[in-house]
């Protein structure tokens, strides 16, 4: 938002040269192939007006990729847990919805789990995946009774089976590395963001994140109600 409110003071200027860094290969005829990344939701960028919100005719037929595609209200309590609040189509033209997963958290000095999957085993023969569903975050936050549907079916009815369901609360309890309790994600999250390295995500709280990643990528279904983003 900040970027965006600097460079709107002078619209004009930034918005000629952007055109022109693009240049050759943005022409009206090959708008619709370069994309606009907003990795906010996408109304964050709102003052970023001539090419992400109601951009000039040249960037009208760019695509637009944000964690959300409309702004919504929500109510983690409600059946439908949020009510889309439509923008002007004007507003933000060609925009979809790339919401980022539920507690996808790693060292911040590290690759994505993925991405080092891949790397440690490159020639790792596909294997049938041994959880059908898997689902890790909070029950009390985003869409509430989804998640708590979510918990009574597969804790309750299935008893984490992984054939059927595997379910991680997040938000229960731990002992860390220092023999202290403390809640898995926020201790994850604090000591992730932070530069410090002897604040660095514990032993015992990586191992946690790391087996339950490895499970996720070797689910089928990945469950994914709706939180932090709410189109997930």
């Not at 600097?6 to 050759?24: G, K, V, W």
């Not at 708008?31 to 007006?49: E, G, I, M, Q, Y």
Request: charged fraction near 20%.
């Amino acid at each position: 938002q900040r970027t965006c409110q600097l460079h709107s003071q002078n619209t004009t200027a930034f918005l000629h040269t952007l055109h022109q860094a693009l240049q050759p290969h943005f022409t009206p005829n090959t708008a619709c192939r370069h994309v606009f990344l907003v990795p906010k939701t996408h109304s964050n960028a709102k003052d970023c007006r001539g090419w992400w919100a109601s951009p000039d005719p040249v960037f009208d037929r760019t695509q637009r990729v944000a964690h959300s595609q409309f702004r919504v209200a929500t109510n983690a309590h409600a059946p439908e847990f949020f009510e889309p609040q439509m923008d002007q189509p004007k507003e933000y033209p060609n925009l979809v919805s790339a919401p980022y997963p539920s507690s996808l958290h790693w060292r911040s000095n590290e690759s994505a789990p993925w991405i080092r999957r891949r790397r440690d085993n490159p020639n790792a023969a596909p294997t049938k995946r041994p959880h059908l569903m898997h689902f890790m975050g909070k029950i009390d936050h985003g869409d509430v009774l989804v998640r708590r549907e979510i918990h009574r079916q597969c804790v309750q009815l299935h008893h984490n089976d992984p054939t059927k369901c595997t379910f991680h609360d997040l938000h229960e309890k731990y002992v860390g590395d220092n023999n202290q309790t403390s809640n898995l994600t926020n201790t994850f999250v604090q000591q992730q963001n932070s530069t410090n390295n002897d604040t660095q995500p514990s032993a015992a709280t990586q191992n946690l994140f790391d087996q339950w990643m490895a499970e996720k990528l070797q689910a089928t279904f990945c469950l994914e109600p709706g939180g932090d983003t709410e189109l997930r």
